[in-house]
């Protein structure tokens, strides 16, 4: 025994149905309706007084004549149209449709239905919005396309089965009769910093110092050292901006970004001992010849005498402020004959030795130029002390211009007062006398220490 399956047309056809009506599957077919149709199902045997079951059996004649089973509908009679072959009618709102297994009835309100042949070149009547097409079928009006569409200048036409719609477009709302433009600005999300308004849109602006995101709407902060470092030295990224900084010895300079050397000599005079020399980005300081740089800014004597000794051998090297000397080994001079480093004694076997000072004692002394005064400088005193004896100490040569003054500090001793500011460099040879006299004037002698007082040229 053979079964058969119906296919459901309305399932698998896309848009079976054209012209806004609907499609109804039955056993064999399809049928396109009006939307508003009622369909009633029915067992029934066919109703032979209908007008409709005329067509029905029409119908039915034609699907026997195709093989179909009786009661059954050829579906190339319905498939398009939905119009019943054979003058066939056109089922309406008030149209009731029946159909089952075995019958299919059509019942119809003859104020209702029109009567249309089922010869193609006759026209058919189309519900509102649509027309009829080339295959005889109602098909959707395109008012927008036409141009049939009522839609203001500043709306845009969106089509519709059947009709169409006046819409704003993006980025405008309607108000009244017309589209006026949305104030995104005013809307969230709002922009992280600065909303600007367009017509019919809006972007977002970040402040200097910062760029949008991906997201167009966050501001994120540029970092400007990395991008585009306009500093000349050392750059330093701060939210929204960046700032300049210079080393150590230079200043911005007026355009907040270069920097420019600080002239540290100019800005004191006490930086340096001697002198100052300004370098980029620092200063050192600088001595004059005979003196070293200690600490970076004093200056200290060069003892040459340890160091580069050019005295011959028969001359003894004498350092002092910024320089030496070199004197004779054996400073004295006839008739005076030397005893002992730096001391001459004249004999007293010899004559011309009695009104001569019994000794000569050498001495060397240093002093800076310019040296505070009165200043103690040089104590001379009695190396023989003689029973009964007076001593008094003079300056013998000299002191012509009064720089020293002699002040006795006891009977065997005296002190060498500078009394006047020295400048260098220059060399003083000072004579300073010791006189001995017994309490009973019988005997009197005399000594002189012979004080070399070298000034050096600065004041360290």
């Known amino acids: 025994m053979e079964f058969e399956i119906n296919i459901d047309e309305c399932d698998i056809v896309p848009d079976a149905c054209k012209g806004g009506m609907k499609c109804v599957n039955h056993y064999g077919g399809y049928l396109c309706l009006p939307k508003t149709a009622q369909i009633i199902v029915n067992n029934e ?141 005013t809307i969230p999300p709002y922009c992280h910093q600065r909303c600007v308004n367009t017509p019919g849109s809006f972007y977002c602006q970040c402040s200097p110092g910062f760029q949008l995101a991906a997201n167009n709407y966050t501001c994120v902060d540029i970092n400007e050292c990395d991008a585009s470092n306009q500093c000349a030295q050392q750059c330093y990224n701060i939210l929204g901006s960046f700032i300049c900084q210079c080393n150590q010895g230079y200043e911005l300079s007026s355009d907040r970004l270069n920097c420019e050397d600080i002239d540290e000599c100019r800005t004191s005079s006490y930086l340096c001992q001697y002198q100052c020399v300004n370098e980029p980005g620092k200063f050192s300081c600088m001595c004059p010849q005979g003196y070293q740089v200690v600490r970076s800014r004093t200056c200290q004597d060069i003892n040459e005498c340890e160091t580069t000794n050019e005295c011959r051998e028969d001359e003894m090297c004498w350092n002092y402020h910024g320089g030496f000397r070199c004197y004779p080994r054996n400073p004295c001079q006839d008739p005076y004959v030397l005893t002992s480093e730096n ?107 012979r004080l070399t007082i070298i000034v050096g040229p600065f004041a360290f």
């Open 45 to 185: 045997q066919p109703q032979q007084e209908t007008p409709a079951a005329e067509a029905v059996g029409a119908a039915a004649n034609a699907a026997a004549a195709s093989g179909a089973t009786p009661g059954s509908v050829a579906a190339s009679g319905m498939a398009a149209t939905g119009v019943m072959p054979g003058g066939g009618f056109v089922a309406s709102a008030a149209a009731e449709v029946q159909t089952g297994r075995n019958n299919f009835v059509i019942r119809r309100n003859p104020a209702d239905l029109q009567r249309i042949p089922s010869n193609p070149s006759h026209r058919i009547q189309c519900a509102t919005g649509y027309e009829q097409s080339e295959h005889n079928v109602c098909q959707d009006i395109d008012e927008c396309t036409a141009g049939t569409h009522n839609c203001r200048a500043d709306q845009v036409c969106i089509n519709l089965r059947g009709s169409f719609a006046c819409q704003c477009p993006p980025g405008y709302q309607k108000r009244g009769e017309q589209c006026v433009d949305i104030d995104e600005c």
């Open 343 to 449: 001391r001459c004694v004249c004999p007293v076997s010899n004559a011309v030795c009695r009104e001569l000072p019994q000794s000569i004692v050498y001495k060397y002394m240093s002093i800076r130029s310019d040296r505070s005064v009165p200043s103690d400088i040089f104590q001379i005193q009695a190396t023989t002390i003689y029973a009964n004896t007076i001593n008094t100490f003079r300056i013998k040569s000299g002191n012509e211009n009064g720089e020293f003054y002699l002040r006795q500090t006891s009977p065997v001793s005296a002190m060498l007062v500078l009394v006047k500011s020295l400048s260098g460099p220059r060399e003083y040879i000072v004579d300073l006398e010791m006189l001995t006299v017994n309490s009973l004037g019988t005997f009197r002698t005399s000594s002189v220490l």
